[in-house]
């Protein structure tokens, strides 16, 4: 088992900026993909941005030029700088993470943290 524990949100302005931290621990192997996903009450968890163990990264439109994914693969961290926050960014953000054994990748998620952004 792998666990990941996130830390970091909270409350800011519109505009403001926020950053996300995401430690895994546990029978980890090899950490292939780590991620940030986020969820609003009544709708489905969407992709924020994820990133590889060889530091290629992808964001989702909503994200690009405002957040910055970055990994630590000796420390088994991520981390998510939000900049420009809006209103719209409030959700649970949730930290994901594939750890592969052989040739299987098993997923894992963190418990959640909340990013709120007031107007």
């Known amino acids: 088992q792998v666990q990941l524990v996130e830390s970091g949100g909270g409350l800011v302005q519109a505009g403001g900026s926020l950053k996300l931290s995401c430690a895994a621990s546990?029978?980890?192997?090899?950490?292939?993909?780590m991620a940030w996903y986020r969820q609003v009450p009544g709708k489905q968890r969407d992709l924020v941005t994820d990133?590889?163990?060889?530091?290629?990264?992808n964001y989702a439109d909503s994200a690009k030029g405002r957040f910055i994914i970055s990994r630590d693969n000796a420390k088994n961290t991520v981390s998510l700088q939000m900049n420009s926050l809006k209103p719209e960014d409030t959700a649970v953000y949730y930290c994901?993470?594939?750890?592969?054994?052989?040739?299987?990748?098993?997923?894992?998620w963190g418990q959640g943290t909340q990013v709120t952004v007031s107007s």
């Open positions: 994901y993470a594939t750890n592969r054994i052989r040739t299987i990748d098993f997923a894992y």
């Open positions: 546990g029978s980890i192997h090899s950490i292939n993909v």
């Open positions: 990133i590889t163990s060889g530091g290629i990264t």
